[in-house]
């Protein structure tokens, strides 16, 4: 059950307040059914199973990359993940 806005009496208040608070908790309503288009529901799902990692790279590597993303109209990120993903394809058949 959603929980009562309190009467907050100024922006500045509210503005704190919703710092500080989860809209989520004060949400009212019915959820709502989406439909989504047959690609985005595919790569949604497929983004579940990711998780965000951090690399440290030498600015000339990023520079590089980027370069041959651009030459094959795709995000860098999206290049730098097949060839990682090559990689290990490459190294679990030896």
Same mark, same amino acid.
Not at 20 to 43: C, F, Q, S
């Given at each position: ?33 989406? $439909?989504?288009?047959?690609?985005? =529901?595919?790569?949604? !799902?497929? %983004? ?5 990692? *951090? &690399?440290?790279?030498? $600015?000339?590597?990023?520079?590089? =990359?980027?370069?041959? !993303?651009? %030459? ?5 990120? *999206? &290049? ?12 679990? !058949?030896?």
């Amino acid at each position: 059950m959603a929980k009562e806005i309190p009467d907050l009496g100024s922006e500045e208040a509210e503005a704190k307040f919703w710092d500080i608070h989860n809209t989520l908790d004060y949400a009212r309503g019915e959820p709502v059914g989406l $439909e989504l288009e047959p690609e985005l =529901a595919r790569k949604l !799902a497929e %983004k579940q199973g990711t998780k965000r990692v *951090t &690399l440290r790279l030498r $600015e000339q590597q990023i520079a590089a =990359a980027k370069a041959i !993303a651009r %030459k094959r109209d795709i995000p860098y990120q *999206t &290049l730098m993940r097949s060839w990682i993903a090559e990689g290990i394809e490459r190294e679990q !058949a030896r």
